[in-house]
């Protein structure tokens, strides 16, 4: 017997001794890395970068994850009491270790082989696995896990008191969705502070700790009441609620206002431009003083140039525009030949992608519509000929002066077409035209200078010569008069007077990267540009010739308001026009806004600000451009489907006057109602100077006699290559509307 209580009692001590063993084991590393008391004291969390706008408006977020910290006095002690009533009720009398419910979890876990027990981890042991995850260590894993949560637990305890632990915890807690902390998900849930939550409030977001989604208040509403409930009545067991209070906050349906602004923001598509911009600077910021920033984890503060009244203009512009359009397109294609014309190019499109075979194959894919885009079951086939049919627009507003950017969309729906439009290059068409005419001014051409509006046809090419759109012919008009009606006979004749390459340098330094191509068409906009390139362009009107750089960062500031990064707006800009001819393109398209085409900004849409501009429509009508500057602001637009095939068949719908102007129109007119932002933006145009006063003084048109015009009779009309250089030539006009030019 004796012998057998030695090995008893041996096996007793071992038994005894493993614990020890093992919790020796894990401290000093052998299942894995266990964070010091030093890694404790630096650990920061990754924290997402607030992007303002450039009145201090939040328009969103970058991050890894999505998260603001928050500091313990802006806690709302309803949140804290419904914290610590749900998920450890000892908090303030345990030193991070709740032996009670430690025990009860080990016995589950060990001996019931129950993984999902739960509910023995106090706040500070959720506060270690928050800060550093858990990783899966085999078949004790979950004693590994839970070992050095209870040894970081007791380490934050000695080294933060109770309201850094309990701060630390709630900004590092993941509410799903990608978001963590309870700042961002009380923004998100209730498009509040945290520090205004109610108490029903803030039981909701203490009941989603437990499981995330299952109490997501906006996927399982239900749910959600249903664990808010439970909170309240544990804030109730533990004397922070009355019963009355109880039954009553019980009773309240769920009020929530839901607001997802990274996904469905004022800005989404600038919010990139930003990101990528800041990245730049911060590298420059590093490379001058060595301090590395990270901008989706260091929380920086981005204020930018953004005017966010602006932008809401603009986002509702399109919004009451392009939905009526949008019908009328498809509309148009519903036809049985317009049915036909989409399926060539969707069967067309399949092939490009190589996805033959697989056009039947069903997906769930996010379908736009501007009563509410929604995800739908749809074939390959049909998803293709939607999106054929899809109006996608841009539409960028600078100072001319700074290159500040002070509105950007960039298409129709971030989450459904991420393309930014804004950067998409595209046949300018008419909007190319003042970019040859200061050119001619470059060359010391004068406005009230005559060109001929007589048919030509080029050597070298059949069937083809410029017409104007109204296709009326003959007389002289001024460069003022046809640049302000657009007529295409006289700017050719120009063309053929200004010489390409002269053309072509200036293009180069006004910022645009097409390749132009020395032929006939290109007078008449056949080039292709951005809605960015475009604006920097305009711009040089408006500001006196200088090529700008658009700007979209004021500051970078740390976290703790330090600035790391300042705009001063002092680069060296370069001039690439003469003031001069930069005022004169200025004085002629006020023309244009005035008696031009684009008079129907004050016709239609009673806008009496003063703005010069100029539209533009391509071929075929695919495309329609608008751009509308001021000494202060410069506005340009551009509207298309994503194929240039699918298009109005109309200028009625299709023309730049009629597809892309509303959109500049519509928010130029909520800027006209609005006294302080038209102040801000709007500025009238200087007189001209003493040696230019009379610059534009001249007629027009000089009309050719009767004999010149009888001749005239006998011209072969051409095409315009406005409309389409490609098609047949279209039926001669009757001999009296000949006759009478009309």
Known sequence: MKKHWKTILAIALVILALPVIFVVSVYFGVFGHLQSNKELLNYKNAVATVVLS???????????????????????????????????????????????????????????????????????????????????SGHLSILIIKTKETILAHRLEKLFSKEEILTLYLNTVSFGENIFGIETASRRYFNKKVELLNYQESAVLVGMLKANT????????????????????????????????????????????????????PADYFLIRVKNEAEQMLKNVESLTGKKWNIEEDGLIITTTLNLTLQKYALESFREHLS???????????????????????????????LSGREDEINI??????????????????????????LHAGLLAMDPLTGSVKAWVGGIDF????????????????????????EAFEQGM?????????????????????????????????????????????????????????????????????????????ALGTAEGSIMETAVAYSSFANGGYR???????????????????????????????????????????????????????????????????????????????????????????????????????????????????????????????????KQLITPFPDLPPELAGALDCPDLKEKNIFGKFLDLFHKKKISPEKDVNTPIQKKKGFFKRLSGK
């Open 54 to 136: 450039s009145d201090g408006n939040l328009i969103g977020n970058i991050f890894s994850e999505d998260r603001t910290n928050i500091s313990y006095s802006q806690i709302p002690s309803n949140l804290i009491n419904a914290l610590i009533a749900t998920e450890d009720s000892r908090f303030f009398e345990h030193k991070g270790i709740d032996s009670r419910s430690l025990f009860r979890v080990l016995f589950k876990s060990l001996l019931l082989n129950n993984r999902q027990s739960g509910g023995g981890s106090t706040i500070s042991q959720q506060l270690a696995k928050n800060m550093f995850g858990r990783k899966n």
């Open 214 to 265: 299952f109490y997501n208040p906006r996927l399982h509403p239900e749910n959600a009441i249903a664990r808010r409930n439970v909170v309240l009545k544990q804030m109730e067991k533990y004397k922070y609620l009355k019963a009355f209070q109880t039954d009553s906050l019980c009773k309240l349906p769920l009020m929530q206002n839901y607001t997802d602004i990274e996904s469905d923001g």
């Open 324 to 354: 009526m359009m949008q019908k009328r397109l498809w509309n148009q294609y519903q036809t049985s030949s317009g049915k036909k014309v989409v399926k060539q190019i969707a069967e067309q499109e399949i092939k490009n992608l190589n």
């Open 365 to 390: 894919r996010q379908i736009f519509d501007w009563n509410g885009s929604h995800s739908d079951s749809i074939s390959v086939i049909d998803s293709l000929k939607q999106a054929l049919l899809i």
């Open 415 to 438: 989450k459904s077409q991420p393309y930014d439009q804004i950067h998409a290059r595209r046949q300018l068409a008419s909007v190319f035209k003042p970019i040859l005419y200061a």
């Open 446 to 522: 004068d406005p009230c200078q005559y060109l001929d509006n007589d048919s030509i046809a080029p050597s070298g090419i059949d069937e083809w010569s410029p017409e104007n759109y109204d296709h009326t012919y003959g007389g002289k008009y001024t460069l003022a008069s046809a640049l302000a009606l657009s007529m295409n006979v006289p700017t050719y004749n120009l063309f053929l007077k200004v010489g390409f390459e002269q053309l072509d340098s200036l293009w180069k330094k006004m910022g645009f990267s097409f390749t132009l191509e020395n032929n006939p068409s290109l």
């Open 548 to 678: 700008i750089i658009p700007q979209s960062i004021l500051s970078i500031k740390a976290p703790d308001g330090g600035i790391i990064w300042q705009n001063e707006f002092s680069g060296v800009k370069e001039r690439v026009l003469t003031e001069r001819s930069a005022i004169l393109i200025s004085a002629i398209l006020q023309k244009a806004i005035i008696e031009g085409t684009g008079s129907s900004m004050s016709s239609v849409f009673g806008i009496n600000l003063p703005m010069a501009g100029k539209t533009g429509t391509s071929q075929n009508y695919s495309d329609a451009w608008f751009t509308a500057f001021n000494p202060k602001l410069v506005i340009v637009t551009r509207v298309g489907a994503s194929s240039r095939a699918i298009h109005f068949n109309n200028g009625s719908d299709g023309s730049g006057s009629k597809l892309a102007l509303p959109l500049v129109a519509l928010t130029l007119k909520k800027i006209q109602a609005n006294d302080t932002l038209r």
